[in-house]
């Protein structure tokens, strides 16, 4: 394992984030700030509690989920695309390192940036609500998880992408609404009976179930199909970039 | 030479390489480069240079065919020859927002060598880029870049290096000067292998050149014996006195009347046993022809180049 290789790759991705850590960070806080006025404020006061929690508290889990899931899916792919596009992949190419290591550089340093950004809004959102987190460690466990296996999704659509309009497809036409559709603004328990048996297709609406669990102990479905989900999720990821792996796909021609 | 026993730097074995659009761009090429060596490989554009630098390099899957370097073969054990190999390649890329250093730095990190800030510090100072050292790449002229991918290429110190058409763009002084610092390289016992539609160049530097055209090696020749071997020599004769045509007894050998019939110029072959300068010399002593000057030159690899390729 060329461990120096994994720190190069990773350190200069995280130094390519904090050079622009003014956008990087700024349009996250920005979006959530404007889901609370609207939602938590203006729209929330007229709501009821849900199940015991105020409308604002009960959508702070679902917004850094939609946040996280669209911020790791884009910055993984933009990560490995963006040597594609200028040519500069030759230097991975021709390193003596394997593709876990480019992808264990690639995929950390998306994740990391995610998370790191999960966690500035869960600060934010502390201003605007009052904030409890019952159990941190399954709320860490499903943020971490959640960024590593999106992170992983953006890497491999960023080494299928062969332009810009592909690396912004999938992103737009399945994130974004499974994430929407998933219960971040939500409970799924509120669907008429149809709906939600759809709902539980959505394998968002599990990342979403076990994360608000961590915050209040509320769940749409069970803390142990959630983890069961998102594992599988990972494990899907894994076996698709280990047959980019094989087959050089995309890679080497 | 070199002794028997001794591992080449480089040998390839029946290597080919189809593309995925059916195109063959190179069929079967074998190739021993031994440690140490300046190998110069010229051909056309399109030849397949590139090519087969980048399947070496590992950025190209070889369709077929072997490839060691250092012993080491190139799939079982590519974490040891991409470890020796260092490229330059033929397109500067770059990461416009990186510094010069970064960039530096970052290559000798994925190579997996420890941070040696001391050394980088002496290859950017060699390549005349210590200046620029904290300078994001986009502000970098041309030839700056190019030195940026050299400085990255020897980040991690290699044993072999490629360097595909290093000097192209890259102005006359600063370009003497990177050949004085490939000569040091060798110097070193690195292999270096190289490049360029510079022939001079190549006749200036190489030990050794190989010729490929159409995908195929056509040629490798130690340089030297290379220009002896094509090399046509050509006698110039300055007379006297003019001559209004060529004498009887001299018509039909390879001999032309020049620059209104001031010169002669004998053509001839150094690898013949008889060039026949000798029965030319004694003819125009009977002819009673006088000359003030005489001259050889020999023809040039450029030349033998065009010839080669020309002809395949
Ligand atoms: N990715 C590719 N797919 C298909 N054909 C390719 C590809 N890359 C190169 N070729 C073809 O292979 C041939 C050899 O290309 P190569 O780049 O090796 O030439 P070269 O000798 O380096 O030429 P130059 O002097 O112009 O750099 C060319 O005909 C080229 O069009
Ligand atoms: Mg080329």
């Avoid at chain 1, 984030?17 to 700030?33: D, H, K, L, N, Y």
């Avoid at chain 1, 876990?100 to 995610?114: C, D, I, N, P, W």
């Amino acid at each position: 394992m060329n461990l120096r290789a994994v720190a190069a790759i990773y350190n200069f991705e995280m130094a390519r984030t904090f050079r622009t850590i003014g956008q990087s960070i700024a349009s996250p806080v920005i979006s959530t700030v404007l889901y609370f006025v609207v939602f938590g404020s203006a729209i929330g006061s007229r709501i009821n509690n849900i199940e015991g929690i105020s409308y604002g508290a009960f959508i702070v889990p679902g917004l850094i989920m939609l946040t996280v899931l669209s911020q790791s899916v884009s910055n993984a792919s933009f990560g490995i695309y963006f040597p594609r596009f200028t040519g500069t992949i030759y230097e991975l190419l021709s390193a003596p390192i394997s593709f876990v290591e480019v992808l264990m550089g690639y995929v950390g340093a998306a994740a990391s940036k995610s998370l790191i950004i999960g966690l500035i809004i869960l600060a934010t959102s502390s201003f605007f609500v009052p904030l409890e987190v019952r159990h941190p460690f399954w709320m860490l466990t499903f943020l971490v998880l959640t960024c590593l296996s999106f992170s992983l999704l953006g890497f491999i659509i960023g080494i299928w992408a062969d332009g810009f309009e592909k690396l912004q497809l999938i992103p737009l036409l399945i994130i974004t609404p499974l994430a929407f559709l998933g219960g971040s603004f939500y409970s799924i328990r509120m669907l008429p009976g149809i709906w939600r048996q759809i709902s539980l297709a959505n394998p968002v609406v599990y990342l979403i179930s076990g994360f608000r669990w961590s915050f209040y102990e509320q769940a749409d479905v069970s803390l142990g199909i959630s983890l069961a989900m998102i594992l599988i999720f990972l494990m899907l990821g894994l076996v698709v970039v280990y047959w980019i792996f094989r087959t050089g796909y995309r890679l080497r021609n | 030479m070199t002794p028997p026993d001794k591992t080449p730097a480089l040998e390839i074995r029946g290597l080919e390489k189809t593309y995925q659009n059916g195109f063959q761009a190179l069929k079967t090429v074998d190739l021993t480069i031994q440690t140490g060596e300046i190998f110069a490989l010229l051909g056309p554009n399109g030849a397949g240079k590139t090519t087969l630098i980048n399947a070496v390099c590992g950025i190209v899957r070889p369709s077929a065919g072997q490839i060691q370097v250092c012993g080491f073969d190139h799939v079982t054990h590519y974490r040891n020859t991409r470890d020796l190999i260092g490229l330059v390649p033929q397109e500067i890329t770059t990461d416009a927002f990186e510094t010069v250093w970064n960039t530096v730095r970052f290559s000798r990190g994925l190579f997996g060598k420890p941070r040696n800030d001391a050394y980088i510090e002496t290859l950017l100072k060699r390549l005349s880029l210590w200046d620029k050292k904290d300078n994001q790449l986009r502000m970098l002229s041309g030839g700056m870049k190019r030195r940026v991918m050299i400085a990255k290429a020897l980040s991690h110190e290699p044993q072999v290096l490629f360097l595909d058409e290093p000097t192209a763009g890259v102005d006359v002084t600063l370009r003497s000067s990177m050949w004085d610092q490939v000569r040091e390289l060798r110097e070193t016992g690195v292999t270096i292998i190289l490049t360029t539609h510079y022939i001079e160049e190549a006749e200036e530097m190489a030990d050794r050149i190989g010729v490929i055209n159409h995908g195929e090696l056509i040629l490798t020749e130690n340089k030297k014996s290379l220009m002896k071997k094509l090399g046509k020599k050509e006698l110039v004769i300055d007379l006297a006195q003019p001559l209004t045509e060529l004498p009887a007894s001299l018509a039909g050998k390879p001999i032309q009347l020049l620059q209104d019939g001031q010169q002669l110029v004998y053509t001839y072959d150094t690898l013949q046993e008889n060039n026949g300068v000798a029965e030319l010399m004694d003819e125009l002593k009977t002819q009673h022809i006088r000359f003030k000057d005489i001259s050889t030159q020999q023809s040039s690899l450029e030349e033998i180049f065009v010839q080669l390729v020309g002809q395949a």
